[in-house]
């Protein structure tokens, strides 16, 4: 018979309600698929303006935490519900993943990956989104301020400036918003952005033989995706058919009935607990080892 201080820490191991929950469901994902999950949630729909929800260097220990001890041999599925971030931190996070797993990683979309975790999505070799879903322009920001924007608008003044001299006053007080290196480092920023995806639409997604075809359908599917001139807002959501339109490798959850029932309600019990729990990120396996990220702490729990 277990004494007080084992039941205590029993409790804390089997975790809440939410955490029995969400486990449930993410165990019954890796029975269908038999391969691994991961989830990478994000609570900024929830728990606006806290800082530490979007993609940053700290969820590499989340990562490192729950790909540990996992037969890598079996793949990755990895749900994604994010507003993006930070460019390097994704940059790293996919150079991890791809360490892990190679190139047999699939991201699943139940709701939103925007910006950063479109980057994210790129860099898997297909990915799943149902009616509901969305991913977004891959277009970096500074500060809440579009790169692209910024670019665009320096070029504008310059042009118009050219061509009548007489309307430097009245671009002067815009211009003087920004420093000559604040927009180098917006073109820079762009094109690093573009770079990475590029990349890993060649070696992930698209893996194979490169040829003058292959290129010319990567570099539209980049530039459809991070012309901010064409998405006209960093916010806008690109729906299943539209990411088809692009030349995405996108698969409907609809098609496999099982499969889309199992990954909403993956996705729903997480969206429970952002919504009823401090936390507000979430990373955890089906092995229901978790990383999971709450106001001024971080709770590591063990399956």
Known sequence: MPDWNELLNEIIAAGSVHDVI??????QLHQLTNRNVIIYYSGWLQKRNLEGVEVNDADKNGFMTVVHQLDRGKGLDL???TPGGETAATES??????AMFGGDIRAFVPQLAMSAGTMIACACKEIFMGKQSSLGPI???FRGIPAHGVVEEFKRAHREIREDPSKIPI??????KYSPAFIGECEKAIEWANEMVSEWLLTGMFEGRRTEKKTAMIKKIVSDLADH????????????????EIGLKVTRLEDNQDLQEAVLSVHHACIHTLGSTPAFKIIENHQGKAFIQIAHSVVVKMP
């Open 171 to 176: 671009w002067q007080p815009v211009l003087a």
């Open 139 to 141: 277009d970096p920001q």
């Open 79 to 81: 749900l994604l519900h």
């Open 229 to 244: 001139a064409l998405s006209k807002s960093h916010l806008r959501h690109l729906a299943y058919d539209r990411c088809k």
């Open 93 to 98: 996070l996919v150079h991890y993943l791809r």
């Open 22 to 27: 969400r486990r449930k469901y993410l165990l």
